[in-house]
């Protein structure tokens, strides 16, 4: 395992297909060891199906996805397993264990990767990340199903940072939060990004998350990663989707929200 | 037990696979600095390289009042909460941090509140009148649920007979084909065998009288009247009893039927009654072609090795079963049929919260149904023979 390449996701020549839906074609994607990556795209193109490759819960019929320089399909269990607690998941839909609490969810990875830990330190563990993802304090013991739907997403983000992971995937993660949720999710992500230089994989429909966090952005349209960079680099580009996308009127909106904050920071 | 013991080997055969200098391993010193008590830890101060470092730690003899983290070469959430702790214990100072390391404590030490766990423990006294006063008032909603949700099956078929518009003729010609068609291979498969059994074990019985030829009696009147249709409803209860509670408590957990309701469909009308009118008219049908098969394996048993030639064997068949066998196995069949959806479908929408629970209620649907089958055929056969079909 080559700790020291650039890049952490390699992506080359995915195709992915439902029967004859052909989601992807010949997709390439990097994303660089210690980034943001935005990825954006309209509904329905492909960026969940992508996640899911590059986990490798979803087989593609063509193409290689390595991470951390290694391909997830070939693998042992072994030694899948090895890459597997260096990453956490969140996924679209919260895919919080039902039967377990919060607080047990949370505990599931520390348990299965370090078993010698001791009661009360996993405990202590799965407390403060409950309070870092923003949950109530008494959420712990509380089933999924009595939870609001924001608060599915932080006990999932709280789950998928339980190992401390080097390469984060989040799929959609500010969707459904409130405004101020949404604000303290990106903070805690680029603060804990800074601070453990992890990696991380975020899908988003929230422009405001990609102009405030994300180092660069890769935007998926016609099966391909049409185009990956900054902000200012992707609407250098004139790409009728990308155009729409950040001038449109809620584009407009979030980049003036952007220059207002950088003028009164100045 | 041996699940932990499992996990364990798996983590050591992890370990070997990644070797692991020990420069890297989480660990920390002693040291006196003039009269204040160091403690200065080395290595990576992360979940990986933990190891049993907490435990050391909680055995320190000396309270260390400095904490000196110069010599990590990194630090996680984990490992910095660890830090926090301690220091907060021991009232000591955190010295040596990078700008980075000092992010992440403040992070921590932000994020450290008070947070339940598990919910407030119950003396034990409390909790075995907590649980009995459950189990009752569960046992009480359940009847209770079982009448009402019986109340809304006989208002939803009311409106429907009024507003025949709204009858759903495809969803139910759907449930036909997988209630009824779609099992008549298990169902006829099963029965022919049952024929067999009962053939050969009567003969064996019956030859101790000389009295084999007697055997048809049995084959023809036992199949008519209790077997084909008591084992077909048991197959059914099996197959489409916990196909629906399954279906319908998904729906529930997704809030599929939750949806429904908004939208204005009945989920009566359109999940209950399509499945209790097809278990209604499938039970009959299948039933009735349990007997046939059923009366063709033991004929085939009877032919091959007491000698009886099929014409025979047909035309003493119609000589031994009574009309009145028949009335007696198809009558039941419709009502073993409501009986198996009714108590499907029932358990299905009671499904609340995770999906054990689905597993819970399909497993209760099945018995329920298996159970109520066995108990109204015991009432039956009373009832049938005290009216004079025997
Ligand atoms: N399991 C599946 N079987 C068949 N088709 C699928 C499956 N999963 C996804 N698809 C199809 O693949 C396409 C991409 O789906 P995907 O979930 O990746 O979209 P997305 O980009 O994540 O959209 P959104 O922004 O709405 O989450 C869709 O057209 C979808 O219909
Ligand atoms: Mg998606």
Request: charged share 20%.
């Amino acid at each position: 395992m080559n700790r020291d390449d650039p890049i952490a996701i390699r992506v080359r020549g995915l195709k992915n297909s439902f029967g004859p839906q052909v989601v992807h074609e010949d997709l390439d994607l990097d994303v660089r060891n210690g980034e943001i990556l935005g990825v954006v795209g309209g509904s329905g193109t492909g960026k969940s199906v992508l996640m899911r490759s590059i986990i490798g819960l979803q087989r593609p019929d063509e193409g290689e996805v390595l991470v951390f320089g290694e391909s997830m399909l070939d693998k042992d269990e072994l030694e899948a397993l090895d890459i597997r607690r260096r990453w956490g998941v969140l996924f679209q839909g919260g895919a919080l264990f039902s039967t377990l609490t919060v607080a047990e969810n949370i505990q599931v990875p520390l348990r299965e990767y370090y078993p010698d830990l001791s009661e009360s330190l996993l405990d202590e563990i799965a407390a403060y990340k409950v309070v870092m993802s923003g949950l109530p304090p008494d959420a712990g013991p509380k089933y999924p199903a009595e939870l609001s739907g924001g608060m599915r997403k932080r006990a999932g983000l709280a789950r998928a940072l339980a190992l401390d992971p080097t390469l984060l995937f989040l799929d959609e993660p500010t969707a459904g939060l409130d405004p101020i949720g949404a604000a303290a999710f990106d903070s805690l992500t680029q603060s804990l990004q800074k601070t453990l230089g992890f990696t991380v994989f975020l899908i988003t429909h929230d422009l405001d998350t990609l102009y405030a966090i994300c180092d660069r952005v890769a935007v998926l349209a016609d099966r391909k990663v049409i185009g990956v960079g900054t902000i200012p680099e992707l609407l250098a580009m004139d790409h009728p989707w990308i155009q729409e996308y950040f001038n449109g009127p809620r584009g407009r909106a979030a980049t003036a929200a952007v220059d207002r904050n950088s003028e009164t920071r100045a | 037990m041996a699940l932990q013991l499992a996990r364990k080997q798996r983590m050591q055969q992890c370990l070997r696979i990644m070797p692991e200098p020990d420069s890297l391993k989480a660990d920390f010193v002693e040291e006196m600095d003039g009269d204040v008590p160091v403690l200065r830890f080395t290595g990576r101060l992360t979940l990986p390289r933990l190891d049993d470092l907490p435990r050391r730690l909680e055995a320190l003899e000396r309270p260390p009042k400095r904490i000196d983290l110069t010599q990590i070469q990194r630090i996680d959430t984990v490992g910095a909460w660890i830090v926090h702790k301690l220091a907060t214990e021991n009232e000591a100072k955190i010295v040596g941090l990078d700008a980075n390391g000092q992010t992440l404590l403040r992070q921590v030490e932000r994020s450290d509140k008070p947070v339940l766990m598990r919910p407030e423990p119950f003396s034990p006294f409390l909790r075995v009148l907590d649980e009995v006063g459950d189990a009752t008032v569960i046992a009480a909603q359940t009847m209770l649920g079982l009448l009402s949700f019986f109340g809304a099956i006989l208002v939803g078929t009311w409106s429907v007979i009024r507003n025949p518009r709204r009858f759903r003729m495809n969803a139910v010609i759907q449930r036909f084909e997988l209630v009824g068609v779609k099992a008549l291979f298990i169902v006829g498969l099963m029965s022919f065998l049952i024929g067999i059994v009962i053939a050969q074990q009567g003969a064996v019985q019956l030859r101790q009288f000389g009295a084999e030829s007697l055997t048809v009696n049995l084959i023809g009147r036992i199949t008519t009247r209790e077997l084909g249709v008591l084992m077909t409803a048991i197959m059914v209860a099996g197959r489409s009893g916990s196909a629906f509670a399954a279906q319908l408590g998904t729906m529930k957990l997704t809030e599929e039927v939750d949806a429904m309701r908004t939208i204005g469909v009945s989920p009566i009308e359109a999940l209950v009654l399509p499945r209790l009118l097809a278990t209604t008219c499938m039970m009959p049908l299948l039933g009735f072609f349990s007997m046939i098969v059923a009366m063709i394996g033991g004929g085939i048993f009877c032919w091959l090795s007491l000698d009886i030639p099929p014409l025979t064997y047909i035309q003493r068949l119609r000589e031994v079963i009574p009309m009145t066998d028949l009335w007696v196995g198809l009558t039941k069949a419709p009502v073993f049929g409501a009986i198996i959806a009714i108590s499907g479908c029932f358990q299905g929408m009671q499904v609340k919260g995770n999906a054990e629970e689905v597993g819970l209620r399909t497993t209760s649907a099945v018995v329920q149904a298996i159970f109520l089958v066995i108990v109204l055929d015991a009432f039956f056969a009373v009832f049938f023979t005290s009216i004079g079909w025997d």
